[in-house]
């Protein structure tokens, strides 16, 4: 390749998935100040758009699972924000959490001196979730070394880097598929991100020979990320960062610094 792969300025180790969401309701502005308290340094958070195209934080196509709320987000709008609580079904200590918009979330995360893996939930809205996103992480600003920009949807990636040769972009898979590598190289990818079930030394092996991180979601057990380690994973995604941003093997000094592509 003849491009530099864009790349964060530090390696994420330990991702607190969805903010610090073992300790507060995901996708929340209180998961990521409970994250930066447990002492993680990155998030990870997923964006989906309202009807009208308001980028919010929030992992499901409808509200059903974590609000007081049901439908889809494709039939209400940023106005009907206000009546939706996003934090009664985690506890009662989080009745009134709000379910933030990107723009909202985005500025407590960095505020906070955090860096930020923003997934892309599109829900069919591919270009339409990732121009959204885009707007707000301006090309050759200094966002592009704390953020990776990854999604399932690899569509809405091909969006992010033909409209960006500076943002660092992440492929997610659940199993990667037979051309993971040459996914991984038409996007210009700075990591592989998979589940943590899919992963195997081979695998890892011949993701970091091509010059590719491997990180693994969502590990919250400690004998899978001793595994992990074991293979040479060299990050987690994980709902109890507190659990492992102590253990030498995630320490960012343990990740092997990874060769240009």
């Not at 959490?97 to 997934?119: H, K």
């Not at 996914?183 to 020979?209: G, M, S, Y």
Request: glycine share 6%.
């Amino acid at each position: 390749m003849t491009q530099p792969v864009p790349r964060p300025a530090t390696e994420p180790t330990v991702v607190a998935h969805r903010g610090a969401s073992g300790t507060a309701p995901e996708n929340t502005i209180s998961a990521m100040r409970a994250a930066k308290a447990l002492g993680a340094t990155w998030v990870e958070f997923d964006v989906t758009l309202l009807g009208d195209g308001t980028p919010v934080v929030h992992h499901d196509a409808t509200l059903d699972r974590t609000t007081n709320r049901t439908g889809r987000l494709a039939d209400i709008t940023r106005s009907d924000l206000a009546i939706i609580d996003a934090g009664c079904r985690f506890g009662e200590a989080f009745t009134g959490e709000p379910l933030p918009t990107f723009a909202e979330l985005l500025d407590v995360v960095l505020d906070a001196g955090l860096s930020a893996n923003i997934e892309l939930k599109p829900h069919g809205a591919s270009e339409a979730t990732a121009k959204a996103v885009l707007e707000r992480l301006a090309p050759g600003s200094s966002l592009a070394d704390r953020v990776t920009i990854s999604s399932f949807d690899h569509d809405a990636l091909a969006v992010v880097r033909a409209a960006s040769d500076t943002l660092p972009v992440s492929v997610l898979y659940k199993t990667p598929a037979p051309d993971y590598l040459d996914t991984l190289e038409r996007l210009r990818a700075e990591a592989l991100h998979i589940a943590h079930a899919a992963a195997d030394a081979a695998l890892v092996a011949a993701a970091r020979e091509a010059g590719f991180p491997v990180r693994c979601f969502t590990v919250n057990d400690p004998q899978d990320a001793a595994r992990l380690a074991q293979i040479s994973v060299t990050g987690i995604f994980t709902d109890y960062p507190e659990r492992f941003i102590s253990d030498p093997a995630w320490s960012p000094l343990a990740a092997c610094t990874q060769s240009t592509v």
